[in-house]
C-alpha cells in the first residue's frame, strides 16, 4: 500500500526517477520480464533483457515498490523519491519453493546523501520540517549552509525605501543580493519581479518536498543567479487525512514571561486531503492554510524614564516623553495564506491538476525615530508612577497637565501630547494570488507536462492609515524633539491624522505564464529533457514622496509597463556506473517595453541644439537653417539659434528625434555542466560549471522613467533630479559565472559528510552612475535645454557592478538510529564587490555621506562563518529498557543551534561620524551571534487519530544578539551611529538624553516561550 499519499507532480523537475537492474539472487543473472509497481499509484515498468527497468516523473513521497514474477518470491520495499534525483533499487529475487504467493520485505534504508548529485543540493521532507522547532520555510533554509535571512530592520543592509515596499526579510544565497533567490512553487516562479526577494511563504502543511539548490543548477531553471528553493506541494490520496494545530504565545506570559504576554502570538495552521466522493478517487483534494497575528516586535527598554513629579533637572537625564520603562509591544504582524489543489487522474499516469493560493501579509514596524507616536503619552505617565504616587499625588492631573493632554482645538482636533497617538509609521499590505493549471502524461519512458499560471501581486504603502482606513495619499506632516518624530504642521482638510510616514504607493503585477517540458528515457544511459518557457507581466506603480521640509511637497514616480521573457533548454543526462554527466544549455530572450533614452548616461544622444545648428544639413534641414538677421547683423550657427527662438526650439526638436527608443532584446545562453565520479561504492566526487543570468529587477528597468505615462517619449517623462535615481530598460542581463567541486561519503553505517568548495563570479549587475556625461566623461551641454537644464544631471542605473564569492561549506549527518538523530554544518565564505545594491548605495553614499568605494570592497552581506546544528530525539512505539521509560512513546524533541559571525559595517571615530571621520567602507565586523531554539512534543492515538501537544522554545538561552551595532563602537550595547543615517532630527553632541542611546531594536528577538496542540488523521 502507499505509505504516503499526500504527492505532488512535476513542472520543472518536480518529480524523480526510479531506476535498477533486478538479478537472480543465486546466479547473479538478470531478469527479464519482472514488474517493477510502485504500489497504489499506477506507476509500474518491466525490465529488459539486461534486467534494466525506469520509472521516470514519479512524484515525490515515499512509496512502497515490489518486483514480482511468476517463478520467483515476490519482493518489497520502502523508498523515499525526492525532486530531481535518480534512486537505485535492484533486488536479487530468490525462487519461489511454494506455489502459495511469497512476499520478501527488504528492510528500508534510504541513502543519507545522493552519490549521483553533481551540485549542492539539499532535499527537505514534510516530515523533517515537522520535526523542526520552526514555523515557516524561511525558518527551515536558515537551518542550511549558504542560506542568509537578512534582518530588515538594520539599515546597513536594508535602505529605509525598501523597508517601505517589501516588508518579508529575503533570503540569500552565498552572498548574493535579495532579486538572486529563485522561488518555485510546482514549477511556478512566485519571486517579487519589482523589488527581489520572496513574494510570498506558503504554509508548511501544503508542503510535500523541499529542494534547495545552491550550485549546479540545471538548464530548466532560469533566472536566478545564485540558486533556486523548488517547493513541491502535497496532492490528495485515496485516502482522507488531515492535521490542525493551535499555537500561542500567552503560555509563556502564563508562566510570568511579560514579552511572551505583550507578543500576542497566535498561530492556526491545518490541512486537510482526500478524494472526492463519488468519483471513485479519480478526483482528488488538498487544502491547507494557516493564519499568524503577532506584535511586530517586543523590546525591552532601560528603566531610566522621564519624571514629570520631580522638579530638578538631575532626575529628567531621559526625554521628556520617554514613560515606558521595561518590556513594550510596538507594531504589528498579521499573515494568512490559503493553498488548494484538485487533481483528477484520466488514468494513473495521466492526471490534470488546478491550483489556487492566496495570500496576505499586513505590517507596520516601527522604527526607532518612531518611538514616542502611536500611543498616549499622558495615559503611559499614568501607567508608570499610579503605583509611587498614587497615595500621595493626583498622578492623572500631573500627567495631564505636564503633557497638556486635555487641550483641543475648537474643530476638536487634539493639540497637545494626544497628538501623538494620531502619528504612525506606515502600514505595508501585501496580496498575492496564483492560479495555475497542469496537465501531465507519462507515455512508457516519455513525460509531457504543459503547465499554465497567473500570479497576480499587489502592495500598499499606506502612509495615512486611520480609524482602519487607508486614505491614500493624504500625507501629514512630521516634526522631531531632539532625534525623535513629533507630530508636524498638519491642514485640517488635508488628514485627520497628526503625523505619518514619507511615503506612500502601491503597485500591481500580473503575471501570465506557460511552458511545455519533455522527458524521455532515450536509452538504457541517456536521460534527454527539453522544454520552452514564456512569460509575460503587466506593471502598474505609484509612489510619492515627501521631500519638503517644513511643508509637504509630494514628489510622484509612476510608471506601467508589460515587459515579457521565454526562453528554450535541452539537457542530456549521461548515467553509467563509473560517471554520471548532465550536460545542457538554456537560451533566455525577452524584452523591456516602452520610449526611453537610447544613451541612458547621455540623454541627448550626443545632438543637442548646437549640433543642429551648427551642421543643419546633416539632419535633412536647408543650409540656411540656421540663419537669422537681426539689426542689419546676420547670424549663423548657434549664435542663430540663439538669437531666434522659433528657430532654437526648431532645432531642439530636431535634436531630440534620436534621443528616445524602444530598449533592445535581451538575449543570453546559458551552458551547463555537471559531472559525478563514484570513489568507492558509498562515496562520489563531483565538479559543475554554470553560466547563469538573471533579468533586472523591474523596478530598476522603469522608475523615474515616465513609461507607461501621458509624457512618456517626451523631455518630461523621465524624472532627471538626483533626488532619485532613474530607471533604465537598457539594461542586460546579469551574469554568474559558477563553479563547484564536491565530495561526497557515507560511513559508518549511519553517518555521511559533504564538502564542497565553490566560486561565483558575478558581473553585469545593477548599479548606480552619474549621468549627464558624454563618452568621454565630460558634462553634457545643452543650449536647448531639453531636459529642464543646459547641463542635465542626474542618477541612473546601469550594469556596471560586481560580486566576487569564494567559500567551502562542509556537513556532516547522522541518520536516526537508536532514538537519535543530528545535522552539523559549517560554512566559510568571502564576498567582495565594487558596491552595494542600488537603493542602498544610493542612500549610503549620496544621502548619507559615505565615500563611493574605489577598489573591491567587502559585501554588505559578507558573512564569513556560519555553523548550523540539529540533534532530533524521537522515540515512536519503542522506547529505551529503562523505568519510567514507557512516557516517553510517541514522543520527540528537537534542538536547534545556530553560531553565526556578524555582518560588515562602516567604523567611524567620533560621535557624529561625519563622512572625515568614517573609515573604509564595510571594514568592521558585527559581534558574533549565537541562538538555540528548542520543541518538544507528546502524542497520542486514540482510535485513528493522533492529539497532541508541544512547546516551543525560541532563542532558548535568552541571547543578546546584535543586528545593528553603533558605528563607534562595534558593538550594540552602546555607542554612537553616523547621524545623517538617523530619519529625524537636528544633529546632537555627546549630552545627548539617555533615551538617544536605549536602542533594544538593535537586538534580534529575544526569548520567547510558546505552546500549541495538534490533532491529526
Same mark, same amino acid.
Given at each position: 500500500m502507499l505509505l504516503t499519499s499526500a504527492v505532488a507532480q512535476k513542472a520543472v523537475a518536480q518529480t524523480g526517477k526510479l531506476t535498477g537492474v533486478v538479478t537472480d539472487s543465486e546466479t547473479g543473472e538478470p531478469v527479464e520480464g519482472v514488474q517493477v509497481v510502485v504500489q497504489g499509484t499506477g506507476y509500474g515498468a518491466v525490465t529488459q533483457s539486461n534486467g534494466r527497468y525506469f520509472l521516470i516523473a514519479l512524484p515525490p513521497g515515499t512509496y512502497s515498490v515490489q518486483a514480482r514474477r511468476i517463478g520467483y518470491q515476490t519482493t518489497q520495499t520502502s523508498l523515499s523519491i525526492l525532486i530531481d534525483v535518480t534512486r537505485e533499487w535492484s533486488p536479487k529475487l530468490p525462487k519461489a519453493t511454494t506455489t502459495l504467493t511469497e512476499v520478501r520485505i527488504e528492510a528500508a534504508r534510504e541513502n543519507l546523501v545522493e552519490l549521483s548529485q553533481t551540485g549542492s543540493t539539499n532535499q527537505v521532507t514534510t516530515q523533517e520540517i515537522e520535526a523542526l522547532p520552526v514555523r515557516s520555510i524561511k525558518d527551515v533554509l536558515t537551518l542550511q549552509s549558504g542560506f542568509q535571512e537578512i534582518p530588515t530592520i538594520s539599515t546597513d543592509l536594508t535602505s529605509f525605501t525598501a523597508s517601505r515596499r517589501n516588508n518579508t526579510p529575503p533570503i540569500l544565497i552565498r552572498g548574493g543580493r535579495a532579486g538572486e533567490t529563485m522561488t518555485l512553487i510546482d514549477g511556478i516562479p512566485v519571486n517579487n519581479f519589482l523589488f527581489g526577494g520572496p513574494s510570498l511563504d506558503i504554509t508548511r502543511k501544503a508542503v510535500q518536498n523541499l529542494q534547495l539548490i545552491k550550485g549546479g543548477m540545471e538548464p530548466q531553471y532560469g533566472n536566478a543567479l545564485s540558486g533556486v528553493i523548488n517547493i513541491a506541494t502535497k496532492e490528495g490520496g485515496t485516502s482522507l487525512e488531515g492535521s490542525l494545530e493551535y499555537e500561542t504565545s500567552r503560555f509563556g506570559g502564563a508562566l510570568g514571561n511579560t514579552q511572551d504576554d505583550l507578543r500576542g502570538y497566535d498561530f492556526v495552521e491545518g490541512f486537510l486531503s482526500g478524494p472526492v466522493p463519488a468519483t471513485a478517487n479519480k478526483l482528488r483534494f488538498m487544502v491547507a492554510g494557516r493564519t499568524t497575528n503577532e506584535a511586530s516586535e517586543v523590546l525591552e527598554f532601560d528603566d531610566e524614564i522621564f519624571n514629570p513629579f520631580v522638579p530638578d533637572t538631575i532626575s529628567r537625564d531621559p526625554h521628556s516623553l520617554d514613560v515606558v520603562n521595561g518590556w513594550r509591544s510596538l507594531g504589528f504582524r498579521s499573515q494568512r495564506d490559503i493553498y488548494g489543489k484538485l487533481t483528477f487522474y484520466f488514468t494513473p499516469t495521466a492526471k490534470l491538476s488546478v491550483g489556487g493560493l492566496h495570500y496576505e501579509r499586513e505590517t507596520m514596524q516601527v522604527p526607532f525615530d518612531w518611538m514616542f507616536t502611536g500611543q498616549n503619552i499622558s495615559a503611559a505617565c499614568q501607567q508608570a508612577y499610579s503605583g509611587r504616587y498614587g497615595n500621595d499625588i493626583d498622578v492623572a492631573d500631573v500627567c495631564d497637565t505636564f503633557y497638556d493632554a486635555d487641550r483641543v482645538a475648537s474643530s476638536g482636533r487634539p493639540q497637545g501630547s494626544a497628538r501623538y497617538e494620531f502619528t504612525n509609521p506606515a502600514i505595508i499590505t501585501q496580496r498575492r494570488d496564483l492560479f495555475t493549471g497542469r496537465y501531465e502524461q507519462t507515455l512508457g519512458r516519455l513525460n509531457l507536462r504543459v503547465v499554465g499560471g497567473v500570479f497576480d501581486q499587489r502592495r500598499l504603502t499606506c502612509a495615512t492609515f486611520f480609524s482602519g482606513v487607508c486614505l491614500g495619499e493624504r500625507i501629514a506632516d512630521t516634526n522631531f524633539t531632539g532625534r525623535f518624530v513629533t507630530p508636524g504642521v498638519t491642514t485640517p482638510d488635508l488628514t485627520p491624522t497628526e503625523g505619518t510616514d514619507e511615503i506612500a504607493g502601491n503597485d500591481k503585477m500580473r503575471t501570465i505564464l506557460g511552458r511545455f517540458d519533455a522527458e524521455l528515457q532515450a536509452t538504457d544511459h541517456h536521460n534527454l529533457s527539453a522544454g520552452v518557457f514564456y512569460q509575460t507581466h503587466d506593471i502598474t506603480f505609484r509612489e510619492v514622496r515627501d521631500v519638503g521640509l517644513n511643508n509637504i511637497v509630494l514628489r510622484p514616480s509612476d510608471y506601467a509597463a508589460e515587459p515579457w521573457d521565454a526562453a528554450a533548454y535541452i539537457q542530456d543526462r549521461i548515467e553509467y556506473d563509473f560517471l554520471t554527466v548532465r550536460l545542457g544549455a538554456r537560451f533566455d530572450y525577452g524584452k523591456a517595453t516602452g520610449l526611453f533614452f537610447n544613451n541612458p548616461i547621455d540623454p541627448t544622444n550626443g545632438t543637442t541644439q548646437a549640433t543642429v545648428c551648427n551642421d543643419p544639413a546633416s539632419f535633412g534641414l536647408p543650409a540656411n537653417f540656421a540663419n537669422f538677421v537681426r539689426n542689419d547683423t546676420t547670424f549663423t550657427g548657434l549664435a542663430a539659434c540663439g538669437q531666434s527662438s522659433a528657430i532654437g526650439d526648431s532645432a531642439t526638436s530636431v535634436a531630440f528625434r534620436d534621443d528616445m527608443g524602444q530598449a533592445r532584446t535581451r538575449s543570453a545562453f546559458s551552458p551547463r555542466l555537471g559531472l559525478n565520479f563514484p570513489v568507492t561504492e558509498r562515496s562520489s566526487a563531483f565538479f559543475n560549471f554554470g553560466v547563469f543570468y538573471q533579468n533586472p529587477l523591474y523596478n530598476n528597468v522603469y522608475q523615474g522613467t515616465g513609461i507607461g505615462t501621458r509624457n512618456e517619449g517626451t523631455p518630461n517623462g523621465p524624472a532627471l533630479t538626483n533626488e532619485v535615481f532613474v530607471g533604465n530598460p537598457q539594461l542586460r542581463s546579469e551574469q554568474t559565472i559558477s563553479y563547484e567541486i564536491g565530495y561526497i561519503a557515507e560511513f559508518a553505517r549511519n553517518f555521511s559528510v559533504q564538502l564542497v568548495a565553490f566560486s561565483k563570479d558575478q558581473s553585469g549587475l545593477t548599479g548606480i552612475r552619474q549621468g549627464g556625461v558624454d563618452e568621454k566623461g565630460r558634462?553634457?551641454?545643452?543650449?536647448?535645454?531639453?531636459?529642464?537644464?543646459?547641463?542635465?544631471?542626474?542618477?541612473?542605473?546601469?550594469?556596471?557592478?560586481?560580486?566576487? /564569492?569564494?567559500?567551502?561549506?562542509?556537513? @556532516?549527518?547522522?541518520?536516526?538510529?537508536?532514538?537519535?538523530?543530528?545535522?552539523?554544518?559549517?560554512?566559510?565564505?568571502?564576498?567582495?564587490?565594487?558596491?552595494?545594491?542600488?537603493?542602498?548605495?544610493?542612500?549610503?553614499?549620496? $544621502?548619507?555621506?559615505?565615500?563611493?568605494?574605489?577598489?573591491?570592497?567587502? =559585501?554588505?552581506?559578507?558573512?564569513?562563518?556560519?555553523?548550523?546544528?540539529?540533534?532530533? @530525539?524521537?522515540?515512536?512505539?519503542?522506547?529505551?529498557?529503562?523505568?519510567?521509560? =514507557?512516557?516517553?512513546?510517541? =514522543?520527540?524533541?528537537?534542538?536547534?543551534?545556530?553560531?553565526?559571525?556578524?555582518?560588515?559595517?562602516?567604523? #567611524?571615530? =567620533?560621535?557624529?561620524?561625519?563622512?572625515?571621520?568614517?573609515?573604509?567602507?564595510?571594514?568592521?565586523?558585527?559581534?558574533?551571534?549565537?541562538?538555540? $531554539?528548542?520543541?518538544?512534543?507528546?502524542?497520542?492515538? /486514540?482510535?485513528?487519530?493522533?492529539?497532541?501537544?508541544? /512547546?516551543?522554545?525560541?532563542?532558548?538561552?535568552?541571547?543578546?544578539? #546584535?543586528?545593528?551595532?553603533?558605528?563607534?563602537?562595534?558593538? #550594540? $550595547?552602546?555607542?554612537?551611529?553616523p547621524q545623517s543615517r538617523l530619519r529625524a532630527g537636528n544633529f546632537t553632541g555627546t549630552g545627548e538624553n539617555s533615551t538617544f542611546f536605549d536602542r533594544p531594536q538593535y537586538l534580534a528577538e529575544r526569548r520567547s516561550v510558546n505552546a500549541g496542540v495538534r490533532v491529526s488523521f
Open positions: 558634462s553634457i551641454f545643452d543650449p536647448g535645454v531639453t531636459y529642464g537644464s543646459n547641463a542635465p544631471s542626474y542618477t541612473v542605473l546601469v550594469n556596471q557592478d560586481y560580486q566576487t /564569492v569564494r567559500g567551502f561549506e562542509v556537513e @556532516l549527518r547522522r541518520r536516526l538510529a537508536n532514538y537519535w538523530s543530528g545535522r552539523i554544518n559549517y560554512g566559510y565564505s568571502q564576498a567582495t564587490t565594487n558596491a552595494a545594491p542600488p537603493d542602498l548605495e544610493e542612500q549610503q553614499v549620496i $544621502d548619507e555621506g559615505d565615500v563611493p568605494a574605489r577598489a573591491e570592497i567587502r =559585501s554588505p552581506t559578507d558573512q564569513n562563518h556560519t555553523l548550523n546544528g540539529t540533534l532530533s @530525539l524521537s522515540f515512536q512505539n519503542q522506547t529505551p529498557k529503562f523505568r519510567f521509560a =514507557s512516557l516517553l512513546r510517541n =514522543s520527540a524533541m528537537s534542538l536547534t543551534a545556530r553560531l553565526l559571525s556578524g555582518y560588515p559595517y562602516t567604523p #567611524c571615530n =567620533s560621535f557624529t561620524c561625519g563622512t572625515r571621520d568614517r573609515l573604509d567602507r564595510f571594514s568592521g565586523t558585527a559581534p558574533t551571534t549565537f541562538r538555540m $531554539d528548542l520543541q518538544a512534543n507528546k502524542d497520542w492515538n /486514540v482510535a485513528n487519530t493522533r492529539y497532541g501537544v508541544y /512547546v516551543r522554545v525560541a532563542n532558548l538561552l535568552d541571547a543578546k544578539n #546584535c543586528v545593528q551595532v553603533y558605528s563607534s563602537t562595534g558593538n #550594540c $550595547d552602546g555607542g554612537a551611529s
